[in-house]
């Protein structure tokens, strides 16, 4: 199974940009969003922003990420 995980533009360089979860950065591309601008909540899915996503919906499923993993430990 392929996750994409919501995560948030910190800054961008181009066709390249740095995103954050959980404290985590990332460098991926935005070569199939180009439109995505800091501040953006994007799917991320193997180094790649694939789809724009609403922040509310993005902080919900976050949450949510955190609630599995809490329940994991």
């Given at each position: 199974?392929?996750?994409?995980?919501p995560?948030?533009?910190?800054?961008?360089?181009?066709?390249?940009?740095?995103?954050?979860?959980?404290?985590?950065?990332?460098?991926?591309?935005?070569?199939?969003?180009?439109?995505?601008?800091?501040?953006?909540?994007?799917?991320?899915?193997?180094?790649?922003?694939?789809?724009?996503?609403?922040?509310?919906?993005?902080?919900?499923?976050?949450?949510?990420?955190?609630?599995?993993?809490?329940?994991?430990?």
């Amino acid at each position: 199974m392929c996750l994409a995980i919501p995560t948030k533009i910190i800054e961008r360089q181009e066709l390249m940009a740095t995103v954050e979860i959980g404290g985590v950065t990332r460098r991926i591309s935005l070569m199939l969003l180009p439109e995505a601008r800091v501040g953006d909540f994007v799917l991320t899915h193997a180094g790649f922003a694939i789809q724009a996503v609403d922040g509310e919906e993005a902080e919900k499923t976050l949450a949510l990420w955190r609630e599995l993993a809490e329940d994991d430990r």
